[in-house]
């Protein structure tokens, strides 16, 4: 077998770090903190999938227990010459829309597949996010009409369970500080069992907050904007990089997860940042992520290393994965470059991380798929 292609770990952006080689890879090193992980591409996963099934875009990943990689992707988004297999009468042998959620075993093999429309419940018209809490619960969220979303609650085998966000009333626009209607898009999801809290990032198109609800009832608890204060009014403001930060959110508050000291990390997109909290909404601290970046911004998504001395931050705009030391957020390191081979990226979305620092990455947009990087072996 050819050896697969190793996505170059490169100089890391802060001036502390230096670079030197090790073997096939590269490794950054930051100062006082040893080296930072290595990874290469396995081109090998996941496996074909079965049943001719094919995938959309991989809006959301999430790890179950047992190192079980769910994702979520959308079958709407599927092309009609890659779904000939599901016509009537079926145009070709291949393909069929996969399932929107799908879950792997550390193989790659298939476990199960389920969700789309049924009864009781509004399944998203455009997929989003997806978290697997402590219990083995399965949360998703997207676009349930033109200006608001949903966040629906399954057991690990699709049961139905639990819908958060109502409609928004006919002619009224949506306010950043309604308690019950949810932004066009809630992107991510995290789940405190302890205090039965879920908390959102509501942000991904018509708002910029975070929100919080009971996770056993979906009542309302409260929520917050930037820096822990209100959420701004709408619509949120541009980036502006040789301004000061922003007080208040961009139109993309992206992601919502916690580290083992018990803060929020909050992904605010298209604000090229990342806003740590405490649980009850007070400000801690804030990175600015390379803010000469525009469009729709730098940070997508997070996740850390199992030691949790390092966070990944998926950036999606130069299509890369930043690696960050966690308690001071400096940029050590990166890996992946644009393009459609392995282990470059197409359009890079949310990331996930097993207890053996796999890392995986998925991809919307053009990429549909996701790709797993493994640890390179010292």
């Known amino acids: ?42 081109p090998s996963w996941p496996p074909q999938l079965p049943n001719k099934w094919t995938i959309g875009q991989v809006s959301g990943l999430a790890m ?52 789309g429309p049924g009864a009781g419940y509004d399944w998203p018209v455009t997929e989003h996010g997806i978290h697997v809490d402590g219990k083995g619960n399965v949360w998703v969220s997207g676009v349930a009409g033109k200006d608001f979303g949903r ?21 009224q626009p949506f306010s950043n500080s309604s308690p019950d209607v949810l932004g066009r898009q809630p992107a991510d999801m995290f789940v405190d069992l302890k205090a039965n809290e879920l908390f959102v990032a509501d942000g991904d ?34 980036h502006d990089p040789d301004g000061p930060p922003s007080k208040v959110f961009s139109a993309a508050v992206h992601c919502v997860v916690e580290g083992n000291d018990g803060l929020l990390y909050i992904c605010d997109r298209n604000g090229d940042r990342v806003q740590v909290f405490k649980k009850d909404g007070t400000f801690v601290k804030e ?19 199992p030691d949790q001395k390092y966070m990944y931050l998926v950036d999606g705009t130069n299509q890369q994965i ?42 919307t947009g053009e990429g549909k798929r996701i790709q797993k990087f493994v640890p390179v072996r010292k």
């Open 322 to 363: 930043l690696l960050l030391q966690r308690d001071s957020l400096e940029i050590v390191g990166s890996f992946g470059h644009p393009g459609q081979g392995a282990g470059q990226f197409r359009n890079a979305h949310s990331i996930a991380v097993d207890s053996k620092n796999n890392v995986y990455v998925s991809e």
């Open 287 to 305: 990175k600015i992520v390379l803010p000469k970046t525009m469009g729709i911004g730098t940070a997508f998504d997070a996740d850390f290393t």
């Open 205 to 238: 198109g018509g708002a910029s907050r975070v929100i919080v609800f009971d996770s056993e009832t979906g009542k309302f608890k409260r929520l917050w904007g930037a820096y822990g204060e209100k959420p701004g009014e709408l619509p949120a403001p541009r």
């Open 1 to 42: 077998m050819k050896q697969s292609r190793i996505p170059r770990i490169h100089r890391a952006l802060s001036a502390f770090c230096v670079v030197v080689g090790l073997g096939a890879g590269l490794v950054a090193h930051a100062a006082g903190a040893g080296p930072v992980p290595a990874l290469q591409v396995d």
């Open 64 to 115: 179950g227990a047992q190192d079980h990689i769910l994702l979520i992707h959308r079958p709407g988004s599927v092309a009609a010459d890659q779904k000939l297999a599901a016509a009537t009468p079926p145009g070709a042998e291949c393909c069929i829309p996969a399932p929107p959620v799908i879950e792997f075993d550390r193989s790659g093999k298939v476990v199960r597949a389920w969700g």
């Open 151 to 171: 966040i629906l609650k399954f057991t690990s085998e699709g049961k139905f369970l639990l819908q958060i966000g109502a409609n928004l009333p006919v002619g």
